[in-house]
């Protein structure tokens, strides 16, 4: 059974940074292509980042100077740092990958950025 948990959400002020970190189980970790999305109230999921398994990156344009995808496959861990945090970054961030052909989700890790 795949699982994913993401942790370290919580409440800054616009300028802050905060680290959110996924732990997987139930999956081959290091092959795995892992994403990011949030979402925002009233709006749709979107997506935020992606790392492959050798490590390359991207990010969505709002995030790309901002924010920054890794993983650790010793631990099965997946992160985003995200500093100089804006309102707008309001959102439940979730860890995401596909494993045999289905898509899986951490229940969310709700991040508040304050003006």
């Known amino acids: 059974q795949v699982r994913l948990v993401e942790s370290g959400g919580g409440s800054v002020q616009a300028g802050g940074s905060l680290r959110l970190s996924c732990a997987a189980s139930?999956?081959?970790?290091?092959?795995?292509?892992m994403h990011w999305y949030r979402q925002a109230p009233g709006n749709q999921r979107e997506w935020v980042a992606s790392?492959?398994?050798?490590?390359?990156?991207n990010y969505t344009e709002s995030g790309k100077a901002r924010f920054t995808i890794s993983r650790d496959n010793a631990w099965n861990r997946l992160y985003l740092q995200m500093t100089s945090l804006k309102p707008e970054d309001t959102a439940i961030y979730y860890c995401?990958?596909?494993?045999?052909?289905?898509?899986?989700w951490g229940q969310g890790s709700q991040v508040t950025v304050s003006a």
């Open positions: 995401h990958t596909f494993s045999r052909g289905r898509a899986f």
């Open positions: 139930g999956v081959n970790f290091k092959i795995q292509p």
């Open positions: 790392i492959t398994s050798g490590g390359a990156t």
